[in-house]
């Protein structure tokens, strides 16, 4: 479907050739004792965002995969359930929550019984109930290890958000659990079925613009105040360095899918505003510059602190241009692609069928033992360059991959 699938080994060489990075994030100030939100499971309170439906989903077709949705915050609400609902291979079948009442309003709307809602405490009975095969893991990114780990040891496969854990190393980890458990391990990078990226990685592979000679993405918003005790997007602990895994993890991911190729070399910078507790323990903003082996380089600019804020995707080519802005939401995508002159808009599909798309793909390699698109070995070689990218910035050279 993407036409840009490495090989186990692939992922894996690149990982162990920036493995020397990892010291960066095992190095992260600790969340314990600093006031900050705890890199463990808790329960919080009703997302800002996250409308529950006014009925329940009509009942699941035969076949349907069972999912747990772990960790009822805005995403779960406000898109992982009403995916599932709408997919056409899977749907709900439990929710996993250390807030009762939250949890209790959710299974209510979305047809579940009460023994259908799990906390972090009473997860492991969960292996017992045979209508949950998979978990779609929805937690901060810090918790993602132990409770991938915990849904594999329950016998369950795992769809995982992004970022897929806070180093290699955890990534590493979770492969090794996917393998022991024999268990399907996916990494919920939802452009891969979303129709805009679909058709520009097709452009882009006909050649639509030519030779690439460079690729240009911005991720970025002005986050508003908040500190390590309110949100744990500024927790380094739960968060790693921030607006990077967040949101610039799909500039990168862009850059790799529209160019068809893995960087060579990177060289980074980053910025973190003193006095100011949205960065206390995060970086503000990350600026990348990757080279290519055909030559062809690419900038990646991510930040939480302006206003008001892009999510663009540009390829500049001997031939043309491709303009993608925005290019990796939920919705309200525009593209078009500028040769000898003239500009046209294109308008490939819905951007709003990714989310159960997504689910659906898991439930197909469950089912009918179909190729993963963007498996664990995805996630884990996203981040062996994200670690590549900090460890740059923090030598102040360009590494070499
Ligand atoms: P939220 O803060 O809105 O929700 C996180 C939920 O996780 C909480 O509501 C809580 O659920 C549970 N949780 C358990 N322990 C903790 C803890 N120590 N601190 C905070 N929450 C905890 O986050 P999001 O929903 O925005 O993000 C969750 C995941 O989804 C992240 O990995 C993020 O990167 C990813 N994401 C992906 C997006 C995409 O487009 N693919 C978009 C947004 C997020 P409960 O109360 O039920 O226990």
């Given at each position: 479907m993407t036409g840009f699938i490495h090989s186990r080994r692939q992922f894996i060489a690149l990982s162990s050739a920036t493995l020397a990075a990892a010291p960066w994030i095992a190095g992260c100030a600790s969340a314990e004792g600093s006031g900050a939100i705890p890199a463990k499971a808790i329960g919080m309170p009703w997302p800002n965002w996250g409308e529950l439906p006014d009925s329940p989903?009509?009942?699941?077709?035969?076949?349907?995969?069972?999912?747990?949705?772990?960790?009822?915050?805005?995403?779960?609400?406000?898109?992982?359930?009403?995916?599932?609902?709408?997919?056409?291979?899977?749907?709900?079948?439990?929710?996993?929550?250390?807030?009762?009442?939250?949890?209790?309003?959710?299974?209510?709307?979305?047809?579940?019984?009460?023994?259908?809602?799990?906390?972090?405490?009473?997860?492991?009975?969960?292996?017992?109930?045979?209508?949950?095969?998979?978990?779609?893991?929805?937690?901060?990114?810090?918790?993602?290890?132990?409770?991938?780990?915990?849904?594999?040891?329950?016998?369950?496969?795992?769809?995982?958000?992004?970022?897929?854990?806070?180093?290699?190393?955890?990534?590493?980890?979770?492969?090794?659990?996917?393998?022991?458990?024999?268990?399907?391990?996916?990494?919920?990078?939802?452009?891969?079925?979303?129709?805009?990226?679909?058709?520009?990685?097709?452009?882009?592979?006909?050649?639509?613009?030519?030779?690439?000679?460079?690729?240009?993405?911005?991720?970025?918003?002005?986050?508003?105040?908040?500190?390590?005790?309110?949100?744990?997007?500024?927790?380094?602990?739960?968060?790693?360095?921030g607006p990077l895994e967040d949101y610039g993890i799909y500039g990168l991911q862009s850059a790799l899918y529209l160019s068809g190729e893995m960087p060579v070399a990177v060289k980074a910078v980053t910025e973190q505003p003193a006095n100011d507790p949205r960065f206390e323990q995060i970086f503000s903003t990350v600026t990348t510059d990757l080279r290519f082996p055909s030559g062809a380089t690419a900038r990646l600019f991510t930040s939480y602190d302006t206003a008001p804020g892009n999510n663009m995707a540009r390829v500049d080519g001997e031939a043309g241009t491709l303009l993608m802005q925005p290019a990796t939401g939920y919705g309200g995508h525009k593209m078009s692609l500028t040769r000898d002159g003239v500009t046209e808009d294109l308008n490939p599909g819905d951007p709003n069928v990714q989310f159960a798309l997504q689910c659906d793909h898991l439930a197909d390699a469950i089912r009918d033992g179909t190729e993963i698109i963007t498996p664990g070995e995805m996630g884990l070689r996203d981040m062996a360059l994200i670690e590549a990218i900090y460890r740059s910035a923090a030598e102040g050279r360009e590494i070499t991959l």
């Open positions: 989903p009509p009942a699941p077709k035969e076949g349907s995969v069972g999912f747990a949705v772990m960790g009822l915050g805005g995403y779960g609400i406000g898109k992982v359930l009403p995916a599932l609902a709408a997919a056409d291979r899977c749907h709900v079948a439990a929710v996993v929550s250390g807030n009762p009442d939250k949890a209790k309003k959710v299974a209510a709307a979305y047809g579940l019984s009460e023994d259908a809602i799990y906390s972090y405490e009473d997860f492991d009975r969960i292996a017992d109930d045979d209508r949950v095969e998979a978990v779609y893991n929805v937690l901060p990114t810090g918790l993602h290890l132990e409770w991938t780990e915990k849904s594999f040891a329950a016998g369950k496969h795992v769809l995982c958000e992004k970022p897929m854990a806070m180093s290699v190393a955890e990534c590493e980890q979770m492969i090794a659990a996917s393998e022991a458990a024999n268990r399907k391990l996916m990494l919920a990078y939802r452009c891969h079925f979303e129709p805009f990226n679909l058709r520009a990685m097709e452009l882009m592979r006909e050649g639509a613009v030519g030779k690439i000679k460079h690729i240009e993405t911005a991720q970025n918003y002005r986050m508003g105040p908040t500190s390590v005790s309110e949100n744990w997007r500024v927790v380094r602990a739960l968060a790693g360095g």
